[in-house]
């Protein structure tokens, strides 16, 4: 009978009282009311995070281009780079380059590096290609536009990886010249070139002599001036460059077999939530062409 007793009083010891139980529920709801928000601002804190991240690393490229004294690449991986002629090529006459190419794969749309065709040293006519930096990649759920589809299976322009010259409007919360509010504006697609070596400096060229081909590449490039410029001529641009972030995921289509990306498939771009690039986008990045100078443009989300 003691033993019994004993017994109950040390499992009503073990247990909670009400009060306590009460003290736990209402710290979990302070905490859940502080949590809550910040979840909720995730996705904006990381596209906020990629645009600093663009917008130091265009900074660097403009740098390099000034303490180099030559002209400094910042190229993009497009969405379809393994479907050009010139990298399908290198499974036959580079297969070590061709391998590399493969490794970018998962960072299409989403990876950039820095290269010049010439250095502080180089001898006249004896010109040294170099990249600069490793491939990096903007923060998981931010993108720069491209093929977008959406829910319904439909997509939206390719944005800024569509050939040269084409373009697209994205809306935007500025005032006009009269003070009306939110009008649309026509942005271009990122300049390309094929005169840059890819995937590394050691990639062999096409074409006979000096004529020389590689991967076509979308970039943006800094003059020794810190200027924007067109490649290979290395003249002024006519207009400023603008690039536009995307929130959302790109899905990378993976072979079954080797459980890697598929290189003849290109990638999806989704938006969440959908068209923001173009009605609702977060930031534009600006660069002005005279200068280099950049500053950014936010959007409102509508």
Known sequence: MKTNIRAGLEQLRRAFTLLEMLTVLAIIGI??????????????????????????????????????????????????????????????????????????????????????????????????????????????????????????????PIQKFAPPNQTFNVYTNVHDQVGRVGIYRTISAFSNTYSLPFPSEQTPALGPGTWKMWTTLPYIAFNYLGQLVNAPSETLRPADEVIPLAKGSVLYPHDPATKISNPALPPTALEVPPGNSTTNSFNLIYIDRLTGRTHVERQEVR
């Open 31 to 156: 905490l859940a009311a502080i949590i809550g928000p910040s979840l909720g601002n995730f996705k904006s804190n990381v596209t906020a995070a990629a645009t600093q991240q663009l917008l130091a690393d265009i900074g660097r490229a403009r740098q390099l281009a000034i303490s180099q004294h030559t002209t400094v690449y910042m190229v993009f991986l497009p969405p379809g780079y393994m479907q050009d002629v010139a990298c399908y090529t290198l499974r036959d006459i580079a297969p070590k380059e061709y391998a590399k190419a493969l490794t970018l794969l998962d960072k299409r749309m989403i990876g950039y590096n820095f290269l010049s065709l010439r250095s502080v040293g180089d001898q006249p006519g004896q010109h040294t290609a170099h990249y600069w930096s490793s491939w990096k990649s903007l923060p998981e759920g931010v993108f720069i536009p491209g093929l977008a589809r959406l829910p319904d299976g439909t997509s939206v």
